[in-house]
């Protein structure tokens, strides 16, 4: 008989009437942190009810994650028991931030004491339920709000008995409200059951234009080997395009053993001087510089002229180790074994990778070798690099990534990862969900107009933007796809268009972009001709055909345009010819909006109807409104959402309009 009596008096005791479920933003139930930069908003989310007609409260409750102390932000109804409200952060590193919602007693009784007053009904036992409500937070509170509670309680008992309209106005006031709500007694609220979790970045994690090249290049004498000297006089010209991020391939000392060729030949010539990635010799590993490249002051140097520009360096980190690495013979437990006695190099078959060799992650000796790829991030982040673009992650453990982004981060919140995997959705979502800061996209694959509405449809949904930031490059040193092939000068010019707008962030390898380099190795292959990982490369950046000026003007154009800086509020618009594609970026007030029609065609003029949304931008339906091409300077009036366009590919294959309602 006793242990029903017992369950209800432990459920009656622990009653917490209210519901809190729904809670947006999180990722994956709360098992990752969502991610933003320093400044932005967080908007929060969650269905909050309780059984009867109680009114209810709800607070937004964030912090610091070291801080102790919560801070509150009232939560509003929206519609249909849907709550939200807001806060920003304003500071690098990982914030918390949880729902709490309770019954509001005092607001429920003065909203039923207004109406029975408007009935004309007898309120004299329901004003002394207010009083001992008063009362009883009189007794919780301290200080200054005990005496004024204590004197409310009087005051309305006295006022109540003279004149029950005035009592009203008594219990309406918005100061006596917030006080009672202060001091309510909280055993019966109700805490989400969670605390989740923001990783705050620089805003340069969010919007960044990225800009590859290869140190060693930079020289006009294909024997001479270019230096971190030679890239400060190259800084220039970078900054002067508009890029702030100048991304170097691996600086490290090459291997001589299996060392590749020209053209990823496998008998090298004694001058070929190898692939970057190829990392180690008896110079050092991946703490160690190039000595050809320079000095550690010289790198800091080239770091210290690119931040007097607005450019910071971002280094290469690929954990894997050339056969002369100082790793393999100082801890040959790092690394595979084969049954013949040798160490197991990368492959990917049926391709061969002889002079890399990849580490070894679950051997019995993992913490230690985890310990020390961490300090790898570590030794360079000492030397204030804050940028790591990371070969292959997908290769590696997950638990590894997430440990030691964690890790790294906790020293330094401004660090930037960027994942470098090109693989299965699931995997690159889940290394941006273990702590990447970007990711590497398909975009240099999607160059149809139903390829690019399916594929950024499908990450710019709000789910997947809480934790996976695009980095968009049209070519890489492993990347020339057959549109830049075979589209000319046209198909370079579009690409470029797509990648700066459809993206925050986005980077090309130069000068090969800028140059229109597209001859690949052979017919069907994704591989430079001479590429710069086998090779030094002599690149004229004052050619006059080069796409210098343009890559300038766009990237000014996303300079002036706060749309073109977020991800969110990209949307997609029909287009009566598949050869056209529309899309639109919105802010979130609305003051800037941009509108991209693009021919997705290298070689012929495409033209068609384009049917806008206009709502999206905020006109009416039979508006009429300006669009003002930023490429050209060239301004046209509009007139509801159904609206002419034509795009020579050889003259410019794309509009960009700012969209402005008329008057």
């Given amino acids: 008989m006793n242990a029903p009596t017992t369950v209800i008096r432990e459920a009656v005791q622990s009653l917490r009437r209210v519901v809190i479920e729904g809670v947006q933003p999180q990722v994956d139930a709360g098992r990752f942190p969502i991610k933003r930069t320093v400044g932005d908003k967080v908007q929060v989310r969650g269905d909050i009810y309780a059984d009867g007609h109680d009114l209810l409260r709800a607070v937004l409750l964030y912090k610091r994650e070291q801080e102790k102390t919560w801070t509150e932000r009232e939560m509003r109804l929206i519609n249909n028991d849907r709550w939200g ?49 008063l009362q009883a937070a009189a007794r919780r509170a301290h200080g200054a709000d005990a005496k004024k509670l204590t004197d409310a309680a009087a005051r309305l008992k006295d006022v109540a008995a003279r004149d029950q309209v005035a009592a009203v106005k008594l219990v309406g006031d918005i100061e006596l409200a917030a006080m009672v ?9 109700t805490r989400y059951e ?11 994690a969010r919007f960044s234009t990225w800009y590859e090249m290869f140190p060693r290049s930079v020289t006009t004498d294909p024997k001479r080997h270019g230096t971190f000297r030679d890239c400060i006089d190259r800084l220039g010209y970078i ?5 702030d991020v100048l991304y170097l391939p691996p600086v490290h000392p090459i291997g001589m053993t299996e060392r590749k060729g020209k053209n990823n030949s496998t008998t090298p010539a004694p001058s070929d001087i190898g692939s970057p990635w190829a990392i180690g010799g008896k110079e050092g590993g991946h703490k160690a510089i190039h000595p050809q490249l320079g000095t550690l002051e010289d790198l800091k140097a080239l770091q210290k002229a690119a931040r007097e520009l607005g450019i910071e360096i971002a280094l290469d980190i690929a954990f894997q180790s050339s056969p002369d690495h100082p790793y393999v013979k100082e801890h040959r437990e790092w690394f595979k074994m084969r049954p013949d006695g040798t160490v197991q190099y990368a492959e990917n078959p049926p391709k061969k990778y002889q002079d890399i060799y990849p580490f070894h992650f679950e051997s019995e ?45 906790r020293a330094y919140p401004d660090a930037i990862f960027l994942s470098e995997a090109f693989t299965r959705p699931k995997v690159m979502y889940q290394l941006a969900k273990l702590g990447f800061t970007q990711s590497y996209t398909y975009f240099a694959w999607k160059n149809s107009s139903y390829e690019l509405q399916e594929y950024f449809t499908e990450i710019s949904e709000s789910g997947v933007l809480e934790f996976f930031r695009p980095n968009l490059w049209p070519n890489t040193p492993d990347i020339l796809n057959e549109y830049l092939q075979k589209g000319g000068r046209p198909a370079f010019v ?14 090309i390898y130069g000068p090969a972009f800028e140059l229109c380099e597209s001859r690949p190795v052979r017919e069907g292959s994704e591989e430079y001709l001479d590429s710069e990982k086998y090779q030094i490369r002599i690149w004229d950046i004052n050619n006059p055909n080069s796409l210098r000026d343009l890559i300038t003007h766009v990237n000014g154009i996303r300079q002036s345009s706060p749309a073109l800086q977020q991800n969110l509020g990209l949307t997609f618009h029909p287009v009566d010819n598949d050869q056209l594609v529309a899309y639109s970026k919105v802010t979130e007030d609305g003051t800037d909006q941009i509108l991209v029609v693009a021919n997705v065609d290298p070689r012929n003029v495409q033209a068609g109807f384009v049917s806008v949304d206009v709502e999206e931008l905020g006109m009416g339906v039979d508006e009429s409104y300006q669009v ?3 490429l050209t300077d060239v301004r046209y009036v509009w007139h509801g959402s159904r609206n002419y366009v034509q795009l020579n590919p050889t003259v410019l294959p794309a509009h960009i309009f700012r969209v402005r309602a008329i008057g």
């Fill in 85 to 133: 409200a807001e806060f920003a952060v304003e500071e690098l590193g990982r914030y918390i931030y949880s729902l709490a919602a309770w019954v509001d007693e005092w607001g429920s009784w003065s909203a039923g004491l207004r109406k029975k007053v408007d009935a004309a009904q007898d309120v004299s036992i329901d004003v002394l339920v207010g009083v001992e409500l």
């Fill in 181 to 189: 709500n202060r001091n309510r007694g909280r055993d019966a609220d």
């Fill in 194 to 204: 969670q605390e989740l979790a923001i990783v705050v970045d620089p805003v340069r």
């Fill in 239 to 243: 900054a002067g395009m508009g890029f």
């Fill in 365 to 409: 000796h993992s913490r230690e070798l985890w310990e020390e790829l961490k300090s790898v991030f570590v030794y360079w982040a000492e030397q204030g690099i804050r940028i790591f673009r990371v070969d292959n992650p997908h290769t590696k453990p997950f638990a590894f990534w997430e440990w030691a982004i964690a890790e790294v981060k």
């Fill in 494 to 507: 579009t690409r470029l268009i797509l990648a700066a707008t459809l993206g925050a962030s986005y980077g």
């Fill in 628 to 630: 003002h091409d930023l």
